[in-house]
């Protein structure tokens, strides 16, 4: 489980910085890679999961921003509790180059990016509905906010890029949860903030798949 937290309040930052990381997660390390980052011809299924995933990115931003799953947590935690490898499969490789001097000698594999990709969404999808049959502070209004997320993760897992990975989840999540609605509400604000996180890294992979700079 990775913790981060975030200075100051992540509910103030997030309207600041989303602007700036919605660019950013097209951007690869070096620049020489942004300059294939305009999508291929004809990879319409590329780009219907690229839009649907920064469409997650927008959703779970407004649901931070919201204040009903937040309110009252004087954490800033952001939690990336889904034991997937994400960020190690889906980092594009470096290259050597006059204004990158770092290099990382390992391929990227789209395949195994999209597994861990469709990981984290079944592990989220199972969170979020887990969370919404426990104890709740506001049930109507936590379950309306939360519910959206849900419809973005199933239409995710019907895009063409994720259909094809045939993957079952079957860890307990709802384990996570006890009879304290506060608890479970900071838990789960938490998770969100990790999720917000981790929907960063998967635009900015799939900006990176989008480019095919791995196919050349």
């Not at 690869?28 to 294939?36: K, Q, R, V």
């Not at 004809?42 to 649907?52: N, P, T």
Request: aromatic share 6%.
């Amino acid at each position: 489980m990775n913790t981060l937290r975030l200075y100051p309040s992540s509910s103030a930052l997030l309207p600041l910085l989303l602007p700036l990381l919605l660019q950013l997660q097209l951007l690869t390390l070096c620049p020489s890679a942004t300059s294939a980052l305009p999508l291929r011809a004809g990879d319409s299924g590329c780009a219907q999961c690229s839009l649907l995933f920064r469409n997650l990115l927008l959703n779970v931003t407004d649901l931070l921003q919201s204040d009903n799953l937040c309110f009252g947590i004087t954490s800033d935690k952001a939690v990336v509790k889904s034991q997937t490898e994400t960020l190690l499969t889906c980092t594009p490789p470096l290259t050597q180059n006059s204004s990158c001097n770092l290099q990382r000698n390992v391929s990227f594999s789209e395949r195994d990016c999209l597994r861990n990709i469709m990981k984290d969404l079944l592990y989220y999808e199972a969170a979020i509905k887990s969370y919404i049959h426990s104890p709740l502070r506001s049930p109507e209004e936590e379950v309306a906010l939360l519910s959206p997320t849900l419809g973005v993760i199933e239409s995710l897992k019907n895009c063409s890029l994720l259909k094809s990975e045939d993957i079952k989840y079957s860890e307990d999540v709802a384990q996570m949860w006890g009879s304290d609605t506060y608890t479970n509400r900071q838990e789960m604000c938490k998770m969100m903030r990790g999720f917000y996180v981790r929907a960063i890294t998967i635009n900015r992979a799939m900006g990176y798949i989008s480019s095919g700079e791995h196919r050349k």
